[in-house]
């Protein structure tokens, strides 16, 4: 079974400053991984996706994130925060061939300040 | 423009009523998902499908029911609506890697 660990709930950063937000997960299988945006009222949008190859991924919005084998982690990372970014990220993982179903973390809000 | 959508975006209704939230896309995906989601939690997968006449539960029971009739369209209906069915209902669609979601249908029993 898989599953995905969003540690922190809610972030906070200031305009400007980096965003990190981590995302662990457990997977059987090499897994494919991917994070999601959300902003209220909404459905999902894909930030970015890792699949195969590169391990380190580049998403919209200046976000990116790097699949690392070893610490079973897909951390989430934007150089410089914009108040547009505020919303809720979702870690998610699939296995391959498993029909693209998705396991969802619990997500982290992700809050900009002046 | 290749889309999902979900109708209503916002539905309050009686507990006891039938309800059926519609979910229909345009790209062409065999693979569609119903997802249910409270407020500041994740995801949790209540329905798939596969394909025209191919429906499966979820990760998370759901008293809801799904038909798939045709590959573009993906309803949901609940016979009998309680408030413990309040909650958002996200709808996706994917291709060979990626799910693409609708803008859900926020559901209200009162």
């Known amino acids: 079974a898989q599953s995905v660990t969003q540690l922190g709930s809610h972030v906070s950063v200031s305009e400007g400053a980096l965003v990190l937000l981590r995302c662990n997960y457990s997977?059987?299988?090499?897994?494919?991984l991917f994070w999601y945006v959300q902003y209220p009222n909404q459905g999902l949008q894909l930030l970015l996706k890792?699949?195969?190859?590169?391990?380190l991924v580049k998403g919209i919005n200046g976000f990116e994130a790097e699949f690392k084998k070893s610490e079973t982690s897909f951390h989430l990372t934007k150089p410089s925060a914009h108040m547009s970014d505020a919303a809720e990220y979702f870690c998610?993982?699939?296995?391959?061939?498993?029909?693209?179903?998705?396991?969802f973390g619990t997500g982290t809000q992700l809050k900009v300040e002046l | 423009e290749a889309d999902i959508y979900q109708t209503p975006r916002y539905l309050v209704i009686g507990t006891g009523k039938k309800i059926t939230l519609e979910c229909s896309q345009t790209?062409?995906?065999?693979?569609m998902y119903w997802y249910q989601q409270d407020p500041g939690m994740e995801l949790h997968l209540i329905h798939y499908?596969?394909?025209?006449?191919?429906?499966e539960k979820g990760d998370l029971s759901s008293e809801s029911t799904v038909s798939r009739i045709r590959t573009e369209h993906f309803p949901l209906t609940l016979e009998s609506a309680r408030p413990s069915h309040t909650s958002q209902y996200l709808c996706?669609?994917?291709?060979?890697?990626?799910?693409?979601f609708g803008p859900g249908t926020r559901l209200t029993v009162l």
């Open positions: 996706a669609s994917s291709d060979i890697s990626e799910q693409f």
């Open positions: 997977s059987s299988v090499p897994p494919y």
């Open positions: 890792y699949t195969t190859g590169a391990t």
């Open positions: 998610a993982v699939s296995e391959p061939g498993g029909g693209n179903k998705l396991t």
């Open positions: 790209m062409g995906h065999d693979k």
């Open positions: 499908s596969y394909g025209v006449n191919s429906t």
